[in-house]
Nanobody
């Protein structure tokens, strides 16, 4: 098991940027594929971006491609989400999640296989 703690959320104007970070406990962080997901009020949870164990492969939702960048530092047990050109529709609670993976370079876009979740951090983008 790995415990996850997100940080970096907040209130930003449209067009602005935020950087979310997720700190993981334990010594097996590199055994996990990681992902960022979000849920807006009244909407279902959706995938934002995911990354493979070795950081070499990533996937982005169409709505964030070209604006958001996911990265990880296995030495520091962290995964980050750099969010640029934020829009009001990006307003949501953002969650970091981890799933154990055998493959070093496979990413997993679906949320169902992620067994470890953080508490979430609120991102609010004003127009």
């Amino acid at each position: 098991q790995v415990q996850l703690v997100e940080s970096g959320g907040g209130l930003v104007q449209a067009g602005g940027s935020l950087r979310l970070s997720c700190a993981a406990s334990g010594r097996t962080f590199s055994s996990y594929a990681m992902g960022w997901f979000r849920q807006a009020p009244g909407k279902e949870r959706e995938t934002v971006a995911v990354i493979s164990r070795n950081g070499g492969n990533t996937y982005y939702a169409t709505s964030v491609k070209g604006r958001f960048t996911i990265s990880r530092d296995n030495a520091e047990n962290t995964v980050s989400l750099q969010m640029n050109s934020l829009q009001p529709e990006d307003t949501a609670v953002y969650y970091c999640a981890a799933r154990q993976a055998v493959s070093y370079n496979t990413y997993f876009p679906g949320a169902s296989g992620y067994g470890n979740w953080g508490q979430g951090t609120q991102v609010t983008v004003s127009s």
